[in-house]
């Protein structure tokens, strides 16, 4: 997206005479070969909101960019693709105090071939951790005795994001994922031939293997 792009997000929706109340920025990062950051606006076409709308609304967008869109972006870099969804008030500034981000790591078939693919997600678990407090959920998905991909879906202010992105490594917190991470992975080694899907939640930072949700697809 970048600063000098910024405005076209406004620029557009006061061409539109539109009002928007949803704004997400999708950020492409890791494996990716997207556009590393792009802007999608939700709202209702001519209705024509105040000037001052438009005005408040490129001022949020300006901070944000600068304050934590990048520091975030920077931080959680070895995720593939991730959405903040942000809601916008009715005079065009931004609520920054609830962003909710969806992200996804797709584990690279080299590592996977060469059953590497602890090591790769080692690597990316480092950076979630330090987001840990804040994070309600994270999906794994296996096929063929590895996992595949992996979905996070947090809750956060923009304040507490950038925090997260300056805290250094919580050790312990590190270890317990990949514990937990390496052990449901035995217990679901015999999925050659299905898909298990299992959404653990995380509470007080930690992954909760006993409340956690299971879902096996498989071909009839």
Known sequence: MGEERILRLGKEARK?????????????????RKHDLLGEIKGVPMTEPDEDFYENFNESMYFSYNHWIQPIKESLNGIDSAEI???VEPDGSMNLDNLSYFGKISIPEHY??????????????????RFAPY??????????????????????????????????????????????????????????????????????????????????????
């Not at 312990?172 to 990949?178: A, R």
Request: some cysteine.
């Open 135 to 220: 994070i309600r959920e994270i999906e794994f998905r296996m096929t063929r005795y590895t996992i595949n991909q992996v979905f996070v879906r947090m809750e956060i202010s923009a304040k507490d994001a950038l925090n997260c992105s300056k805290k250094p490594l919580n050790q312990s917190l590190y270890n317990q994922w990949l514990a937990t991470i390496l052990r449901y992975h035995v217990e679901c080694s015999d999925s050659e031939e299905f898909q298990m899907y299992d959404i653990f939640p995380v509470i007080d930072g930690q992954l909760r293997v006993g409340k956690r949700e299971q879902c096996v697809r498989f071909m009839w």
């Open 112 to 129: 996977k071939r060469t059953n590497k693919w602890v090591e790769y997600l080692q690597v990316q678990l480092k950076d979630l951790v």
């Open 16 to 32: 539109r005479k539109m009002s928007f109340h949803t704004l997400m920025i999708i950020m492409n990062g890791g494996n990716s």
């Open 85 to 87: 969804t942000v809601g």
